[in-house]
Each structure stands twice: as C-alpha cells, then as structure tokens.
C-alpha cells in the first residue's frame, strides 16, 4: 500500500510560482515510480510530469515543458512539482500519483495510488 499527501496548491497570480509537494509512505521510490496530473473542471485528467521507474529520467507535458520541474528526495519520500510561469489555463487540481514497474508514464489509468490532490489557482 502507498499513501500520497499533496500540499502547497492555492492562488498565485499569472506569472508566479508555486511547488507542489507529495509525501509519500508505505512502499514507494523502491517500488513504485512517480508523476503528476492535474484535471481542470470539466475536463479528463491529464498528464503533467513524471519519473522513469529508475528515477533517473524525467518526462513532461508540452504545454508545462520548460515552466516546471519535477524532482524528489529520497530520504523524505517526497517529490515535488516547482511551476514557474504560471498561466490562467494551468488552473486545476493537482494530483500526485505512483505506478508500478513496467507501467506507462503518461497514461493516468497506469498509475495505481493517487493523493487526494491540491488545487492550484492562477488569475490572469
């Protein structure tokens, strides 16, 4: 089992930034890889960042590709989403998310445990 806690979300103004926390435990970075989607209201959750099961690459979104930045530390279980410039249509809930070995990065129905998300909001 893997329990995930977001925090860090609220309203920031366009242009700004924020970082994302997830805190991790039970069976995680030895076990599990992580990433992060968000789901804006009315549309399906997608996919924003995530490790590779080895955690030695990383992979993202176009649309947040240069804007954030997805990073861990290992000692704390926890992994991060930095998001600089910040834009009206990053507004959404967050979600932190693991997936097992051999699983794709990308696709949210791969991923096995999610948190209970944080809402990130950005007025233009």
């Known amino acids: 089992q893997v329990q995930l806690v977001e925090s860090g979300g609220g309203l920031v103004q366009a242009g700004g930034s924020l970082r994302l926390s997830c805190a991790a435990s039970g069976r995680t970075f030895s076990s599990y890889a992580m990433g992060w989607f968000r789901q804006a209201p009315g549309k399906e959750r997608e996919f924003v960042a995530a490790?590779?099961?080895?955690?030695?690459?990383?992979y993202y979104a176009d649309s947040v590709k240069g804007r954030f930045t997805i990073s861990r530390v290992s000692s704390k279980n926890t992994v991060y989403l930095q998001m600089n410039s910040l834009k009206a249509e990053d507004t959404a809930v967050y979600y932190c998310?693991?997936?097992?070995?051999?699983?794709?990065?990308?696709?949210?129905?791969?991923?096995?445990?999610w948190g209970q998300g944080t809402q990130v909001t950005v007025s233009s």
């Open positions: 998310a693991a997936r097992p070995h051999g699983r794709r990065w990308s696709l949210a129905g791969d991923y096995d445990y």
């Open positions: 490790f590779s099961w080895s955690g030695s690459n990383t």
